[in-house]
């Protein structure tokens, strides 16, 4: 529809109803142009990067996760590749697992001389060859995975710090309690 607009200037409008449906139309045009076109463009090559990062494929119900970098943060938490994950030893998510003392905020000095002694010994752990870490597809209220931490012998990481001593079994009612 052409109206005159101030000054003599000609001005095209549309409707409401006929601007949707051209913008509708425009946008299909346009993508099926791309897909018809279709290429491999650079960002391919970053999305299929960024995606090589996913766990590996199920087995038995869990994930074998890959990491670059697998350090101790405390007893019961490792970093793999910058990203917190809860270990939970032969527990299960919600249900079992295991606690080790605080080295952050401690209670006691005891509490924080086992807090370092489970840190270390949990990376030792993890320099193991062939150690694997199992995703759980679960994630803690503090948004941690949920992951066991398994021993080429079949071990988890878990219950070899309960059996020395830098580690309790962890159940729902569980209370911590590391200064006796």
């Not at 791309?34 to 087995?59: S, Y």
């Amino acid at each position: 529809m052409l109206k005159r607009g101030r000054g003599n200037v000609v001005k095209f409008t549309l409707r409401r109803r006929k601007r949707t449906y051209l913008l509708w139309f425009l946008c299909i045009v346009a993508l099926s142009v791309f897909v018809g076109t279709r290429e491999d463009l650079p960002i391919d090559g970053m999305l299929h990067e960024l995606m090589q990062w996913r766990p590996e494929a199920p087995t038995n119900g869990y994930k074998v996760i890959t990491c670059n970098s697998l350090t101790a943060v405390d007893g019961d938490t490792i970093k793999c590749d910058g990203v917190n994950m809860r270990d939970m030893g032969d527990g299960k998510p919600f249900v079992s697992g295991y606690d080790t003392p605080e080295i952050r905020r401690p209670k006691c000095q005891q509490e924080l001389e086992l807090g370092r002694a489970a840190k270390a010994r949990m990376q030792e752990l993890l320099v193991t060859p062939g150690v694997q870490v199992r995703g759980s597809g679960k994630v803690d209220r503090y948004k941690r995975p949920l992951v066991w931490v398994v021993l080429p012998d079949g071990r988890s990481a878990g219950s070899v710090l309960i059996a020395e001593g830098l580690a309790r079994v962890w159940m729902p009612s569980y209370q911590a309690n590391w200064c006796l």
